[in-house]
């Protein structure tokens, strides 16, 4: 009997890299294909991707990859997955225009498929969506029916029953397809920690609406640059109170236009200047939407507050208000950004000051309704780090899912399920993270990242001597140069005590062993980290040594 395999392949135990594929015997798809962005312990990292190896692997059984909505962590590995084989990509029209774009930027091409009005057949498999709520518009679950039952994947979810644009969550749907039998439920784990429900998007409007009539100077908004909704309430009240605005942030308005497009975003004409022409506007008619909500080194709000940016300059009494949630591991270089921001004079509200965010994700309530609606036999938490995971599966014991029915997986895990509603373990796949620097795809690896910071935290000392090749004395050197170590300019005898560490460690050796160039750099090593030790330091040491 032919069973259907599921193996995430990222997303499970992290935030981020979203990507599942389904597997029924000569064919897969996969659903979403997204980034992590780096942390600060990933130094010179861009974008981390998934391991997609499996994927490949497959060869011409991978047939499509199915999609749930444009945000990043769900859509951004699409460039690296697609570059060696176009599959078809289906989606809704805001998320293909998201992911045109991402294309566009890279030169690639791929049949970008919108979900029709009937369900899209992909070899054995018919994929469904179902319209959710979330954080940005036109995003759906998804319901798959396989050979061996149907699969509904949540997507990244909210139940809002107030969208901003009116389109709500297809609760009739869920529960029809519940009633009809579902084999494997997949549900967004990330605010399963959280109480109750999640407030809706409107939510915010009435707190920016305060901040909006009491500010006299300029309104500077931070917020995803695929936040939509949030965009779009702060150009209506910039409206109510007889403000223009401006993007700031090529992200951002690459986003907007194609949200306009879409007729997603609605901009009044004569609303929008550029930043430029904002500039020469007068203080209190100006409303700013700017890049840098997570504090990136090169944003514009980043520079905006550094006082770097040209076009935009703070000055006291503008506000800026951070309208977004902080992405665990920037929490660092947001509280830097909050204290140039206040620097500059200006007044700042975020998250620990003001309701100016809400989730885009399900608390407890919301999710014990989907899966009372939908009531599979069997349950797969999904989009949550290792805590999130085990606290939505004891949820799901709660509302009646058996406990043996309730599946803890991680990435690079295989379950596989079958007609008669059996499911066991397969033989793991390979599963991990690829980091890309630059034009580098996958050559940094974890030991070059703990280069990294032990060069960023511990500093280098490079030692350069030379050698004669046949009889082994030193014929000139050591020298040395140490950079970030401590402050030996300060005091020069350190550096000269180091150097006679080194000599005196080369004189211990034979001259036979000074004739190996490897064996000489060991002890050159050694010497020195013996030496720094004492000064509770431990520089990354780089020992260079010429033959003569």
Same mark, same amino acid.
Do not use: K, Q, W
């Given at each position: 009997m032919t069973a259907l395999r599921v193996i995430p392949l990222g997303g499970l135990g992290e935030i981020?890299?979203?990507v599942l594929v389904l597997e029924y015997g000569e064919a897969a798809i996969a659903v979403d294909c997204g980034v992590m962005f780096p942390d600060e312990r990933m130094l010179g990292i861009d974008v981390v991707i998934p391991d997609l190896g499996y994927v490949r692997g497959l060869g011409e059984r991978f047939q499509a990859i199915v999609l749930t909505h444009a945000h990043e962590d769900h859509i951004g590995a699409l460039p690296y997955a697609l570059a060696e084989r176009a599959v078809p990509v289906y989606g809704t029209p805001l998320t293909l225009g998201f992911v045109r774009?991402?294309?566009?930027?890279?030169?690639?091409?791929?049949?970008?498929?919108?979900?029709?009005?009937?369900?899209?057949?992909?070899?054995?498999?018919?994929?469904?969506?179902?319209?959710?709520?979330?954080?940005?518009?036109d995003s759906v679950g998804l319901a798959i029916r396989t050979p061996v039952g149907t699969v509904v994947h949540t997507g990244d979810f909210k139940i809002d029953q107030t969208p901003l644009d009116g389109r709500l969550p297809d609760l009739v749907r869920l529960g029809e397809l519940g009633a009809e039998g579902v084999l494997l439920l997949l549900s967004d784990s990330t605010n399963v920690e959280h109480a109750g429900v999640t407030p809706s998007e409107r939510c915010v409007g009435a707190e920016l609406a305060t901040i909006f009539r009491q500010s006299t100077g300029r309104i500077l908004v931070t917020t995803f640059s695929s936040h939509i909704h949030r965009m779009q309430q702060v150009i209506d009240?910039?409206?109510?109170f007889r403000r223009r605005v401006a993007f700031v942030g090529r992200s951002l308005g690459v986003h907007a236009a194609v949200a306009r497009d879409l007729g997603h975003l609605a901009i009044p004409d004569g609303a929008l200047v550029d930043p430029g022409a904002a500039r020469d506007l007068p203080r209190d008619q100006v409303v700013l939407i700017t890049a840098g909500s997570q504090a990136e080194a090169a944003s514009a709000l980043v520079r905006i507050a550094m006082d770097a940016h040209k076009q935009v300059t703070l000055d006291p009494g503008d506000v800026?208000?951070?309208? &977004?949630?902080? %992405?665990?591991?920037n929490e660092r270089a947001i509280s830097s950004l909050v204290n140039h921001l206040y620097r500059r004079g200006a007044v700042v509200h975020y998250g620990r000051t003001s309701a100016v965010h809400v989730s885009g994700h399900a608390s407890q309530e919301e999710l014990k309704l989907v899966m009372n609606l939908v009531r599979p036999r069997h349950f797969v938490p999904v989009h949550g780090e290792y805590r999130h995971l085990v606290?939505?599966?004891?949820?799901?014991?709660?509302?009646?899912?058996?406990a043996e029915a309730c599946h803890l997986l991680e990435n690079g895990d295989v379950l596989e399920l079958d007609a008669a509603g059996g499911a066991r373990r397969g033989e793991r796949v390979p599963a991990g993270r690829v980091f890309v620097d630059g034009k580098g795809i996958g050559d940094v690896e974890d030991e070059v990242l703990r280069d990294r910071r032990h060069l960023s935290e511990d500093g280098l000392v490079l030692a350069v001597l030379a050698i004669a090749q046949q &009889?082994?004395? %030193?014929?000139?050197?050591?020298?040395?140069?140490?950079?970030?170590?401590?402050?030996?300019?300060?005091n020069p005898d350190i550096l000269e005590r180091a150097r006679g560490a080194v000599l005196e460690a080369l004189a211990a050796i034979n001259p036979e062993s000074r004739t190996d160039p490897a064996e000489v750099k060991e002890e050159v090593r050694k010497a020195l980290r013996r030496y720094f030790k004492r000064f509770d330091r431990r520089p990354v040491i780089l020992p260079f040594v010429m033959e003569m």
């Open positions: 981020g890299l979203n774009e991402r294309l566009r930027e890279r030169g690639l091409s791929a049949p970008l498929l919108s979900y029709g009005t009937e369900p899209c057949r992909i070899g054995p498999f018919v994929v469904e969506p179902i319209a959710m709520t979330h954080s940005i518009p009240l910039a409206v109510r800026v208000i951070l309208s &977004s949630r902080i %992405i665990p591991g606290r939505h599966n004891l949820l799901a014991m709660e509302v009646g899912i058996p &009889s082994g004395e %030193i014929v000139a050197g050591p020298d040395l140069v140490s950079r970030g170590v401590m402050g030996e300019e300060a």
